[in-house]
Nanobody, 124 residues
Framework: QVQLVESGGGLVQAGGSLRLSCAASGRTFRNYAMGWFRQAPGKEREFVASISWSGGTTYYADSVKGRLTITRDNAKNTVYLQMNSLRPEDTAVYYC?????????????????WGQGTQVTVSS
């Protein structure tokens, strides 16, 4: 009933920037919180950022705070992840996800809708 489609990934040099987008359909977008997660080869999926349904509350992983920013535009049914000062360790597949409720969360189990992922590769 919900489809999430990420875009905007690619190859960038260390210190560069990318802007990821996630377009939602099939459910009223503003009814649930959204998050970004990432998964590097051989590693567990990890929390990156989340935003409440209204956009009034955000959470960030310590490793990305100050460099990555999550925003949402409910009128466009889209959530964004602005990625600045990228590092090679940011290399991963990035997934957007919809939570089961309206509150922003850092917990993987709170998310029930997932996109297909978009690859971000940061070269040295």
């Amino acid at each position: 009933q919900v489809q999430l489609v990420e875009s905007g990934g690619g190859l960038v040099q260390a210190g560069g920037s990318l802007r990821l987008s996630c377009a939602a359909s099939g459910r009223t977008f503003r009814n649930y919180a959204m998050g970004w997660f990432r998964q590097a080869p051989g590693k567990e999926r990890e929390f990156v950022a989340s935003i409440s349904w209204s956009g009034g509350t955000t959470y960030y992983a310590d490793s990305v705070k100050g460099r990555l920013t999550i925003t949402r535009d409910n009128a466009k049914n889209t959530v964004y992840l602005q990625m600045n000062s990228l590092r090679p360790e940011d290399t991963a597949v990035y997934y957007c996800a919809g939570a089961k409720g309206i509150a922003a969360s850092t917990r993987l189990y709170e998310y029930v809708y997932w996109g297909q992922g978009t690859q971000v590769t940061v070269s040295s």
